[in-house]
């Protein structure tokens, strides 16, 4: 009898295996001619050759279908083992869908200004977003980056902030780099675990395939075949925001996002994104787009809080 080991590395197993091995058992249904064991990150099937090549296939497809949709139940499973190879849902669903999110979740653009960064993100390789709390701008850039990564357009997501409040010296706060960066770095954070499951966000993190750095960090590198953000750019320095655009490396893509309304620099400190999108708005290849409170996608007060400010400080 011949055997065939298939090693997970693109999925948890707790994912594919299911709830006490409950989606093994119906993949078990569908080859009644194969022994198939689940054990730890291993999947063994014992049977001939030609069921055994087909039995890999389904399993690859399966894979992809989770790591594409981020579920995988009864209803999937027997679409996926049913099916001649084609894996993609209906386009009613589908249509606009930047990333299947956690439980199923369907991320798309929420907005005019939002549809607009997709849309430039498929020409441009750099896009400023600005606008003010609320607009989706940072959430956007997020699913664009996941979504690239999907679909292995880059083989990495970069995330950086100025840390503003401690100078970017943050020796000083307690624990290790990822513990004094979370403060900064929680937007972030909650965007990604919208969009990625917690097991395989974890193992991002560890792996480095989703970096999270201080703006200071950026330095001397050079970040190839990477979609990286920067977000609350506003807080950068002219000095800042030349080092971070010059980082870009081949087949990269950056997203700069901020709110010129909320510069938390030092009084008379001139803000880094300011200055960028007066000096680069006729250079080629950079988008950019401005988000107004028409497109808070947060409580509906927000919109009209925004407005209350906006009157105030042009009067």
């Known amino acids: 009898m011949n055997?065939?080991?298939?090693?997970?590395?693109?999925?948890?197993?707790?994912?594919?295996?299911?709830?006490?091995?409950?989606n093994v058992a119906i993949i078990k249904k569908f080859y009644p001619k194969l022994k198939i064991i689940a054990r730890g990150n291993k999947l063994k099937a014992y049977g001939e050759p030609e069921i055994l090549d087909e039995f890999e296939k389904k399993v690859t497809q399966l894979i992809n279908y989770f790591n594409k949709y981020n579920k995988l139940d009864e209803t999937s499973i027997e679409g996926v083992l049913n099916s001649n190879g084609k894996t993609t849902k209906s386009s009613k669903t589908t249509e606009g869908v930047l990333v299947h999110g956690v439980s199923g979740r369907l991320i798309k653009a929420q907005s005019p200004n939002q549809q607009r960064m997709v849309d430039l993100m498929e020409k441009k390789d750099m896009l400023f977003a600005v606008g003010p709390a609320g607009t989706g701008k940072t959430y956007t850039a997020?699913?664009?980056?996941?979504?690239?990564?999907?679909?292995?357009?880059?083989?990495?997501?970069?995330?950086?902030?100025?840390?503003?409040?401690?100078?970017?010296?943050?020796?000083?706060?307690p624990g290790?780099?990822?513990?004094?960066?979370?403060?900064?770095?929680?937007?972030?954070?909650?965007?990604?675990?919208?969009?990625?499951?917690?097991?395989?966000?974890?193992?991002?993190?560890?792996?480095?395939?989703?970096?999270?750095?201080?703006?200071?960090?950026?330095?001397?590198?050079t970040l190839d075949n990477a979609f990286v953000i920067l977000d609350e750019g506003q807080?950068?320095?002219?000095?800042?925001?030349?080092?971070?655009?010059?980082?870009?490396?081949k087949s990269a893509k950056f997203i700069i996002t901020g709110d010129p309304g909320q510069i938390d620099l030092p009084h008379r400190q001139v803000s880094g994104l300011k200055e960028a999108l007066l000096i680069?708005?006729?250079?080629?290849?950079?988008?950019?787009?401005?988000?107004?409170?028409?497109d808070v996608?947060?409580?509906r007060l927000v919109k009209h809080i925004i407005k209350a400010f906006k009157s105030i400080e042009t009067e």
Do not use: C, W
């Not at 679909?151 to 706060?173: D, M, N, Q």
């Not at 680069?280 to 028409?294: A, F, Q, R």
């Open 3 to 22: 055997e065939r080991l298939i090693e997970l590395t693109d999925i948890s197993p707790n994912d594919l295996f299911g709830p006490r091995n409950s």
């Open 142 to 173: 997020v699913a664009l980056a996941v979504k690239a990564l999907k679909e292995k357009e880059v083989r990495k997501i970069i995330l950086t902030r100025p840390a503003v409040e401690s100078g970017e010296k943050l020796g000083f706060l």
């Open 176 to 221: 290790d780099m990822k513990e004094k960066l979370d403060p900064y770095m929680q937007p972030l954070y909650d965007a990604l675990r919208d969009m990625i499951p917690s097991e395989r966000l974890e193992s991002y993190l560890e792996k480095g395939v989703i970096q999270i750095a201080p703006l200071a960090f950026m330095r001397g590198r």
């Open 235 to 249: 807080n950068t320095t002219h000095g800042q925001m030349k080092m971070f655009l010059t980082r870009m490396g």
């Open 280 to 294: 680069l708005k006729d250079v080629e290849g950079i988008g950019m787009v401005y988000l107004t409170e028409s």
């Open 297 to 299: 996608v947060r409580h």
